[in-house]
């Protein structure tokens, strides 16, 4: 696999310390804003959605990055940024130096082909009408990477046997096949132009935990194999425990924590990191008897009229005047280590 | 203690095009007053349709309850007539399900689906019923509980919704709650307050619970016993420690060593099993989980291993009998 000379244009002001590896990916005062509209003839908005709200990170060459955070902090919605699935509203992402938004269609096609995604459901993201071989083959055949059909379809033979799969099922159709299979179908798919970054967007929660083993063990071996960079988003602070080298932790739109695995989990600093932590059960009645359990008050509040200050004062036990007032900054508190919160 | 439920050769099968289904495939478990029972296993273990057997919710066509005995409260719950049922169910069986946006009736308020269980079974004035719900709806740690009555479902995030359920399930005070999945839909941190909130009911109000689950964390943190089911049969059951600490059967321990913990060093690779749960249409007359066994021997393939007790109050349906000698445990 060839990569291009990566140039850093944009210096980046936070997310983490440069120290080894090149960087494949930073995103810079990412902010994505949905607007709420009324009216059917003449709509207005009357609202916006602040699904991603100013959020700065960088991933390297190599690296897997989790992202954690509960349903509507807009962990799927950077991943999808990121794959220019949506126009942020303001902020840059740039990939190998070069600015995405930037981009005109032709050239954004080429990004597309080191870019690709995993999506959570292994039922909807794969059209029941087309054979799995011709799933596989679409975006090779798209890309026109390769134009001769034969020397195609021994591709897709390929990368189904790479994911674990019978290369005669190249033959058979979605509904034909277990969820475990299905998502290595959609790997498959992601893997299919020889991709340099792989957006995991809860590419295992869908299944069972003997299955969803197996693929974690396979996005893995993949990794290793062919020196993948994935940014995994998940709920599941386990699994990502598990397969990421740095984990960073979103609430409401914002990035409250983003440390290397084993500090966050070891040492984690902001209060919301520490009641996700607790809230997770472990598997082992002996341990779980021992554990304090801190459970956090109330739910997370909407993301149209988010709270003032710090988004997560509301619930937080630490909370202090100056928390529902101003908006803590995400700064570097140990090498590595970044957290946005007043009480650090 | 005394019993309160026993279940004994539940079998429960589904008739379709593809053939039969069998869901459950004779069972038997019993719960004692006040305990906490868990199910676990994968989807399309029979866990779930274990639960609505027992409750006699089994759609009929396709579905049907071919043997078995349920005795609940000295009743045996298999010869009541469907009133009679209709009576114990809601009423002394509180019941919570998975998916709370699709259990709970979008167009009627929350005030009245929560009083009319009430009403149906206690015999209540509308008044009393309304009063009664009130105190549920804080019970259940929902604030503004007045305002709350008068809206609808859509109204509520998921987790309030769980919480109205699990109003609902506790409102005749009922001796047994069976909670399927209860949050399995819900974030991490909903997910610890509702279960703390079940748990502290049920502790408070001497209710038995049995809870279906998937997570094996879940089932760690609040299960007495657990039971472990596989292609529609129990293979392990014991107490939540000896299965955590002392797996025997084979597919016990592949599940435990398929999650990842985060109280251990991150470990470099995952073990589960390779495979798939095998099609319950097409089940023969040796030990399910056979094909993906690392145990397997000869026998397996001849006959279907019953439970057999290995150690104190632990039962294993293998045929090693709970003596596994892991390689990995071995290793480390």
Redesign the interface.
Known sequence: MSTPKIVREAETGSGTSIDLGETLITVKDLKMHFPITEGVVISRTVATVKAVDGISFEIKKGETLGLVGESGCGKTTTGRCILQLENQTEGSIVFEGQELKDLDQKQMAKVRERIQVIFQDPYSSLNPRMKIGEIIAEPIHVHKIIEDKTERDARVRELLTICGLNPAFADRYPHEMSGGQRQRVGIARALALNPEFIVCDEAVSALDVSIQAQVINLLEDLRDEFDLTYLFISHDLSVVRHLCHRVAVMYLGKMVELADCDELYDNPLHPYTNVLLSAVPIPDPDVEAGRAHEIVKGEVPSPINPPSGCVFHPRCTMATERCSQEIPEFREVKAGHWVACWEV | MTKLLEINGLTTYFYTSGGTVKAVDGISYDLEEGETLAIVG??GCGKSVSALSLMRLIPNPPGEIVDGKIIFMGKDLLSLSDEEMRNIRGKDMGMVFQEPMTSLNPVLTIGLQLTETLIQHLNVTPEDANKRALELMQMVGISDAGRRLSQYPHHL?G??RQRVMIAMALACEPKLIIADEPTTAL???????I??LMKNLTRDHGIAMIIIT????????Y?DRVNVMYAGRIIEKGS??QI??NPSHPYTL??????????QP??A??????G??PDLTKLDGGCAFRPRCRYVIDRCAAEIPELEETSDGQLTACWHGGKLNDPLQEAS
Request: hydrophobic fraction near 40%.
């Open positions: 994968e989807s995030s987790g309030m974030d991490v941190t909903i997910q610890a307050q279960l703390e998937h997570n094996l964390g879940v089932v760690a943190r299960a939540a420690h955590y600490h592949a599940l435990l060593k398929s999650v990842p913990r985060m109280d991150r470990q690779k995952l073990d589960p099993v390779d798939q749960p």
